[in-house]
């Protein structure tokens, strides 16, 4: 860990990132900040960046994708029962569950979280409602995932789930920007920039207490579709889950820091309490880990948060290279189709779906930016994919975190 400017540094951000933690922590009654060692240039806010502000939230801060996270279990099922069938087993998840943007589930849930009385009380996300409940457990696009994972000591099978809030996440996002900048809820927003500067709201107002009322919801619902493709796995698999991780970023906690009741805004960042479990997802062709937070004065330093993921070190438009309007090639990718097939196949890992902008090739090394946080976490497992389904590469990905 490192200071730059008084914001602890966990690796080596780019100049840019940096420029985006110092902009967020900027204003008047930030309590504090952080920069974790996944770090890469956000929508106004660099993802792995946490702030602290005493009496606002920022939903810029937050993000679009409200409470992505990730859902992993421990199952009573060995890797090796299913390695020899894993294709057809991928095959069978990539039909149950629905991967890509603006999917909807084919099997509708009723749950409990339609009985939340701010479907009610915030006209505004009435209004979401039936989308809401129509996408309720689709997993999407982008980043977003299931794997099956192998616990190399014993052998034991896992499952993980990696999604958000989905579109009502991002109408609730997208909404609360707006009413914030003065415009009406559903008002189509200026184009936008990854430079627009954070955008706060007062939590002593009616606005503030709505938007976190909303957010909190969203936080529900993307617990209750991570909890439903899990269980869809475990079904196709006939197994059983022994041990759940489940942990979110893109999000906001009442915390208290040095003595401080303060607004924390993890984007990209996950809390790392004390003896707290988290899941750490690296790309298709490296290992995930499971990991606890320690109490130690980095900790500390770290608004007890860590990172979320391994990182990108490549833009999608970089992997993927740029089309014009005609689908003529602009720029030609780093990352071609052959390089990721080799790679994952050269780490074993069976994947169904995904594209080159999400190949092992855009990632940082996992284990590096784990070791960078030795100070304020402790690695419980690390965990190989033997299998991956996304959405596949026909998928326009929305470009929101």
């Known amino acids: 860990m490192r200071e730059i400017d008084g914001i602890p540094v966990w690796g080596d951000p780019d100049e840019a990132t940096v420029k985006q933690i110092k902009e967020c922590a900027a204003p008047a009654g930030t309590f504090g900040a ?80 339609f009985d939340d009385a701010t479907w009610t009380s915030d006209k505004s996300v009435a209004v979401l409602r039936d989308k809401a409940a129509a996408q309720l457990g689709t997993v999407g696009s982008g980043n977003h995932f299931v794997d099956l994972l192998e616990e190399p000591e014993t052998g034991a099978l896992w499952v993980a789930a990696h999604f958000g809030s989905r579109g009502f996440g991002h109408g609730v996002a997208s909404g609360y920007l707006n009413l914030a900048h003065g415009r009406g809820f559903f008002d189509r927003a200026p184009g936008e920039t990854m430079d627009d500067p954070p955008t706060l709201i007062d939590m002593n107002s009616d606005l503030g207490r709505a938007y976190w009322n909303a957010m909190t919801l969203a936080g529900r619902y993307a617990y209750a579709g991570r909890e439903y493709v899990v269980g869809q796995v475990l079904k196709i698999l006939g197994a059983s889950a022994l041990d759940t991780v489940h942990n979110h970023h893109n999000f906001a906690w009442i915390e208290k820091h040095d003595g401080e009741t303060v607004f924390v805004v993890r984007k990209g960042a996950t809390p790392a309490w004390p003896e707290q479990r988290g899941f750490v997802g690296g790309s298709m062709g490296d290992y995930a880990a499971v990991v606890v937070g320690v109490d130690t004065e980095e900790a500390r330093a770290a608004l007890r948060s860590t990172v979320h993921g391994a990182g990108r070190i490549m833009s999608r438009m970089q992997a993927k290279g740029k089309r014009g309007k005609q689908g003529q090639e602009k720029r030609p990718g780093l990352v071609t189709r052959q ?38 976490l402790q690695v419980q497992h690390w965990l190989r994919p033997i299998g991956v389904v996304m959405a596949g590469a026909d998928v326009v990905d929305p470009f929101k975190d």
């Open 34 to 113: 952080a920069l974790m060692a996944d770090a890469h240039k956000g929508y106004s806010m660099p993802i792995g960046g946490v702030v602290a502000y005493r009496d606002a939230i920022s939903p810029s801060g937050v993000g679009y994708d409200i409470a992505c996270g990730i859902m992993a279990v421990r199952t009573d099922a060995k890797a090796e029962d299913v390695r020899g069938d894993i294709g057809t087993i991928l095959d069978d998840i990539a039909r149950a569950v629905s991967f890509g943007l603006g999917r909807t589930n084919q099997t509708p849930i009723d749950h409990e979280l």
């Open 339 to 376: 390089m990721m097939s080799e790679r994952t196949k050269e780490f074993g890992v069976v994947v169904r779906g995904g594209d080159v902008d999400e190949s092992p090739h855009v990632y940082r090394d996992l284990r590096g930016v784990i070791e960078a946080h030795a100070g304020n």
